[in-house]
């Protein structure tokens, strides 16, 4: 799940939504000023009924936990655990959207959620987690506060599912179950 500009306000609507028996492990990957600590993970968890902490490096992925990517760590994925990797910025970013979805759709077939923000992060991975058999939903950028990044990922052709924020995670939670 990725997001920039107007992202906590997306997140925390999303995963506050999710059921607590959620079927698949949540990676959030929010575009964060790493010049400063991040303090993402317990916003969250004070708005979501799931357990949401700040990745660390070869965190075995748990079903129905939101792992946080740390602010200028790129997430990506091995085995079921997470790497955090400090290699070069993808769009700017790091943590980036991209290198988080090419990683996952390494690993198999993944679902891609694409919120609100500013710029093309996540368009080259949405179309990785396609061809990897995998599912996308992009936020309606009408409803986004920053258009880019869902209109970017639309705008590939590879995005499942294009639903207004309201609608994600009762999506999101439909996919899991079908998948898990």
Known sequence: MAASAGGLSALTAVLGSLPTDFPLPIIV?????????SHMAAI???HVRLPVKEAEQHDVLTPGT???APPDF?????????????????????????RSFLSGAEQGP???VVLTGAGVDGAAGVIAI??????????????????????AAIQTGAVS?????????PALTALARTSA
């Not at 990957?29 to 600590?37: G, L, N, Y």
């Not at 009408?142 to 880019?148: E, L, Q, S, V």
């Not at 599912?161 to 995670?169: D, Q, T």
């Open 110 to 112: 993944v679902i891609g």
């Open 130 to 151: 396609k061809a990897a058999g995998g599912v996308v939903i992009a936020q309606d950028a009408a409803t986004a506060a920053h258009g880019g990044m869902p209109q």
């Open 44 to 46: 969250l968890g004070r």
């Open 161 to 169: 599912y294009v639903l207004p924020l309201a609608e994600i995670g």
């Open 74 to 98: 790129h997430a990506e994925f091995l085995g079921g655990a997470i790497l955090l990797t400090h290699s070069p910025r993808v769009h700017f970013s790091r943590p980036s959207a991209d």
């Open 66 to 68: 939101v792992y946080v």
């Open 29 to 37: 990957v929010q575009h964060i000023d790493p010049r400063h600590a």
